[in-house]
């Protein structure tokens, strides 16, 4: 619209509404249109911004309460660790340590949400557990159960075992089996020993609590220990069954300490060499018995 059309219309308007001549023009009233132009233009445009900004705020916090949702209600994926013929440190999700014997399995979730710190043990492990008073961590070894806030422990349980064996090296352990629920409560320097057969959970001793640690530093010592454990702890460490053929054999009682990189055939020898008893191989194993 140029100016000329603009005036013409502006003087219809005048005469039509008997305004004073002369009072309003193109030349003075355009700019002020434009003006007001520019401003009605900014403001849509403001609102126009509002409404996208608003828009777009509400499509991000349908997209944070669908997330939410999901990490609440969605199951948390599991991670597995087996070790199999190694010794093996993990970091979980919270910060605590565990240390993994050989042929060892750990199963945790990648993220801890639950109230409950829970993870899943067969074989050995020791732990090294991040303190969090309103997180219990839990670990379950088959029908045992060990609860602690922040502590360090090992927990024994290989299947072929009889025993599930918890030894508490610092803090306090709660132990306790799906069978009475009642828990055992370990100080430092001592055992709950859980007996598969008969069902039962009992406290031991464990005056050298720091020796059934000493696998992970890759070392097997045994002080005045019975031939029918160093016999079950060779099975367990090299995954390769150890019998005791002779039960006249299984309270001998001898001392020894062997690094677990050394090869079972050798130890095997030098215990033969240093009780006189018979070792032989068989297809699933070594039978330790009398020599005849």
């Known amino acids: 619209m140029n100016e000329n059309h603009f005036d013409r219309i502006l003087d219809r308007l005048i005469a039509s509404t008997r305004s004073p001549q002369g009072r309003y023009s193109a030349q003075s009233t355009w700019p002020l249109l434009q003006q007001r132009l520019r401003d009605f233009n900014r403001r849509r445009r403001y609102i126009l911004w509002l409404r996208a900004a608003g828009a777009a705020a509400c499509l991000a916090l349908a997209f944070l309460a669908g997330w939410l949702i999901r990490q609440t209600w969605m ?34 979730p990648k993220r801890f949400k639950d109230k409950e710190r829970q993870v899943t043990l ?59 629920g009642e828990a055992l409560i370990l100080s430092p320097g001592e ?6 057969q008969t069902g039962t959970l009992a406290h031991a001793p464990a005056p050298r609590a720091a020796d059934e ?15 029918e454990e160093i016999a079950r702890q060779l099975s367990n460490a090299y995954h390769t069954e150890v019998c005791i053929a002779d ?34 191989a068989e297809r699933n194993g070594y039978i330790i018995d009398n020599k005849q």
Request: aromatic share 8%.
């Open 75 to 108: 199951p948390v994926p599991m991670e597995t660790v087996n070790t199999l013929a190694e010794v093996r440190t993990l970091h979980l999700p919270d910060g605590s340590e565990v240390t993994l014997n050989h042929y060892s399995t750990l199963t945790y």
């Open 122 to 180: 067969e074989g050995e492990a020791r732990f090294d557990v991040a303190r969090d008073t309103l997180h219990p961590f839990i670990v379950q070894a088959e029908a045992v159960r060990v609860q602690v806030l922040g502590t360090h422990f090992n927990v024994e349980a290989y299947k072929a075992d009889r025993q599930v064996k918890t030894t508490l090296l610092e803090g306090r352990v709660a132990v306790s089996t799906g069978q009475t």
């Open 191 to 196: 055992n709950a020993i859980y007996d598969k």
């Open 213 to 227: 640690v000493l696998w992970t530093r890759g070392i097997l010592r045994f002080d005045q220990e019975t031939l």
């Open 247 to 280: 039960d006249s054999l299984r309270q001998y009682r001898m001392t020894a300490t062997f690094r677990t990189d050394e090869r079972l055939e050798y130890i095997l020898g030098l215990l033969q060499e240093a009780t006189g008893f018979d070792c032989r």
